[in-house]
Structures are given as C-alpha cells and as structure tokens.
C-alpha cells in the first residue's frame, strides 16, 4: 500500500478541506435558495389568501342582494353577476397564482443572473404550443 503523505497538500489546503470547502459552499447555496423559496411561497399565499378573503366578502354582498331581491328578474341578474364575477375572480387568481409561482421559480433558480430568463428553449416553447389548455386561461385573464 501506498501511504498518503497529510501533510503535503495543494495550494495550503489540506486535501480534504477543499471538498470540505466546496460541500459546505454548496449547501449554504442551497439553504440560502430555500429560504428564498420558503419566503416567496409565504408572501404568494399570503396574497392568495387575501384574494379569498375578498371573494368570500363578495359573495356574502352578492348573498344578501339575492336575499333583498323582490322580484324573480333582479334575482336573476344578481345571480348572474356573482357567477360572472366568480368565474373572472377564479381565472385572475389562477393566472396570477400561475405567473407569481415562475416568477419565485425564475428568482430561486437564478435565471435572472445567468441570463435565461426571456430566452426559452425552443422544446420549451414547442410544449407550450401544444398545451391546449395554457391559451384559454391566459385569454380569460385578458378579457
């Protein structure tokens, strides 16, 4: 057998210290991009749950209209606003939901420093094509 001689290392580091080195650079990366993500899905919940909040406040409003309502005809057209209103809130809320989730994804991953970010690969945009269901969504949420 060959004896490794410890005392003899590269550049001043002893031979395991720059794995050392390069593993604990690596996890506080790591820890520092889940604290990131961590922190970004707090603040998409937190404005998630305040959308809700608002859509229960509304239709609670829209409940009691209903209930004032004296005639079948404006019982309808309050029914059919808060429908209405519920499917735009819903579609506005996945959508954003949807955006502000790449977005933490983008930010986390670093994209924005290596310059990714706004140059999608072309299987990328080949997926995105073919997915029937991403272009009602966003055209909802446009109208």
Known sequence: ??????????????????????????????ASAQCEFVSGMRAIWTDWLRRQQEAIDASARSLQ?????????DFAQTQQQWLADTVRRGASDFSTLASE??????????????????????????????SGDEAPVHRAAAE
């Open 101 to 130: 989730s790449m977005a933490l994804t983008w930010r986390v991953v670093g994209a924005d420093r290596l310059g990714l970010r706004g140059q999608p690969s072309a299987s990328r945009v080949t997926a995105r094509a073919k």
């Open 65 to 73: 209209q209903m209930f004032e309502c004296r005639n079948p005809a």
């Open 1 to 30: 057998m060959t004896e490794f001689n410890r005392t003899e290392s590269m550049s001043g580091i002893a031979p395991g210290g720059a794995v050392a080195t390069g593993l604990l650079r690596e996890a506080e990366t790591w």
